[in-house]
Nanobody
């Protein structure tokens, strides 16, 4: 299974970006997904989470601005980011989980990361 993340780039404060993470290979469905980010010199932190039970959680710093979603027909996960701030600058990584009916999150895959830079 391979994940291809895209959509990063340079944007001004207040702008928007939409990140995509497309899965290919032997994956039947995306049962859960998450977006994480890592700023220079800092640890990787969770930004948004979509569980196999359809629960959605966001980091406090992005609540009301970011939205995670998935399209299983396209095997793709999205992160819509609005009202971007300079502190959102980081490399964003997607994580996708798949599995069986009884263990829907048993397999975990990571994308390669896409850089988001928020600057004027």
């Amino acid at each position: 299974v391979q994940l291809q993340a895209s959509g990063g780039g340079l944007v001004q404060p207040g702008g928007s970006l939409r990140l995509s993470c497309a899965a290919s290979g032997s994956i039947s469905s995306i049962n859960a997904a998450g977006w994480y980010r890592q700023a220079p010199g800092k640890q990787r932190d969770l930004v948004a989470l979509l569980t196999s039970g359809d629960r959605i959680d966001y980091a406090d710093s992005v609540k009301g601005r970011f939205t995670i979603s998935r399209d299983n027909a396209k095997k793709t996960v999205f992160l819509q980011m609005n009202n971007l701030k300079p502190e959102d600058t980081a490399v964003y990584y997607c994580n996708v989980k798949s599995g069986t009916y009884y263990r829907p999150e048993q397999d975990s895959y990571w994308g390669q990361g896409t850089l988001v830079t928020v600057s004027s």
